[in-house]
């Protein structure tokens, strides 16, 4: 069974930058190594729905990202260490959400939630004005 823990959220201020960790293990139901999979983050922050962040193939050679984190969030996987990242820089009040790694089940990055099959318990993201 896949495993996926978050880490290296926090409280910061507007300006400030993160870096967000997700250290993933074990395998999936179909016995596929997880680090042949795409891999995504997500964010939810109160009374909204969980929005698509960045994605990255299994590789690391293809990324995706939201329009509204392009040019401050970067994406980057670990294949070695088998462990998520992202970077995020010039943080605004309106990242704050909890953050989330999941890992897609299918061949290519995705943005919709549903093809992500395993998901880590989160970490909160909290950036003040």
């Known amino acids: 069974q896949v495993q996926l823990v978050e880490s290296g959220g926090g409280s910061v201020r507007a300006g400030d930058s993160l870096r967000l960790s997700c250290a993933a293990s074990g395998r999936t139901m179909s016995g596929r190594p997880i680090t042949d999979a795409p891999m995504g983050w997500f964010r939810q922050a109160p009374g909204k729905e969980r929005e698509f962040v960045g994605g990255i193939n299994w590789s690391g050679g293809n990324t995706r990202y939201a329009d509204s984190v392009k040019g401050r969030f970067t994406i980057s996987r670990d294949n070695v260490n088998n462990i998520l990242f992202l970077q995020m820089n010039a943080l605004k009040p309106e990242d704050t959400a909890v953050y989330y790694c999941?890992?897609?089940?299918?061949?290519?990055?995705?943005?919709?939630?549903?093809?992500?099959?395993?998901w880590g318990q989160g970490t909160q993201v909290t950036v003040s004005s």
């Open positions: 999941a890992l897609n089940i299918g061949n290519v990055i995705s943005i919709t939630p549903t093809t992500y099959a395993y």
